[in-house]
């Protein structure tokens, strides 16, 4: 009976945790529905709600967007958007601390969350894996000796929090997997062991 029922968890746990995942994004995204006129919801137009329909609208409007920003126009009008959330007091501190964030991560050319590593924590025996977010620079660097990377150590099984830290380069080894390799490795506490993809491999001693 006990392996009848772990099997059966085995079946049930992960198709219902993405379940959960899919109605909790998709009741997210729908509201955006309510940027719409109110004789413009779908659920007046066709009678019905039919959820994943802001999944659509925003969608459209993140494009669209995308495409604004690319002509002068567009990027007059953001120009002018940022000048005047930068003015803003107190806004002005989360904006620009978030819109740092979303640029080095975002960014095409931003480095952040590119390499997977491995650190020794929490005790000099012990290794962990880690992501790179930076390169100490400017103040923090001129108070270090010899070259330090930020790193990131997500915590398990949820990696949206952790820890983050300046350690020696010469201290870190880059490893051969992707970040998607690496997260559920570290999502499913090592069950799921990551596995060398074609990336060019460097230790770095």
Same mark, same amino acid.
């Given at each position: ?54 999944? &659509?609208?925003?969608? /459209? ?5 995308? *495409? #604004?920003?690319? !002509?002068?126009?567009?990027? +007059?009008?953001? @120009?002018?958007?940022d000048g005047l959330l930068r003015r803003i007091p107190f806004v002005?501190? &989360?904006?620009?601390? /978030? ?5 080095? *991560? #975002?960014?095409? !050319?931003?480095?952040?969350? +590119?390499?997977? @590593? ?24 001129s108070h270090l000796d010899g070259e330090y990377v930020g790193v ?51 230790k770095l001693n």
């Amino acid at each position: 009976m006990k392996k009848y029922l772990l099997t059966g968890l085995l079946v049930w746990v992960p198709l219902g945790i993405t379940l959960w995942v899919l109605k909790l994004t998709i009741s997210t995204l729908d509201q955006s529905l309510l940027l719409l006129p109110e004789n413009w919801h779908p659920n007046k137009l066709l009678g019905v709600h039919i959820p994943g329909l802001g999944v &659509i609208l925003t969608a /459209v409007i993140v494009i669209g967007t995308g *495409l #604004l920003a690319r !002509n002068v126009f567009g990027q +007059r009008l953001l @120009l002018y958007w940022d000048g005047l959330l930068r003015r803003i007091p107190f806004v002005n501190a &989360i904006y620009n601390s /978030v819109k740092q964030v979303s640029d080095t *991560l #975002l960014s095409s !050319n931003g480095q952040a969350f +590119r390499k997977v @590593l491995l650190v020794r924590y929490p005790h000099p025996q012990a290794w962990s894996l880690a992501f790179q977010t930076s390169v100490a620079s400017g103040e923090v660097a001129s108070h270090l000796d010899g070259e330090y990377v930020g790193v990131f150590i997500p915590t398990t099984p949820s990696p949206v929090n952790g820890f983050y830290f300046y350690v020696r380069r010469a201290d870190t080894i880059e490893l051969n997997i992707n970040v998607d390799v690496a997260l559920k490795s570290i999502i499913s506490m090592g069950v799921v062991a990551p596995v060398a993809s074609a990336l060019p491999v460097q230790k770095l001693n």
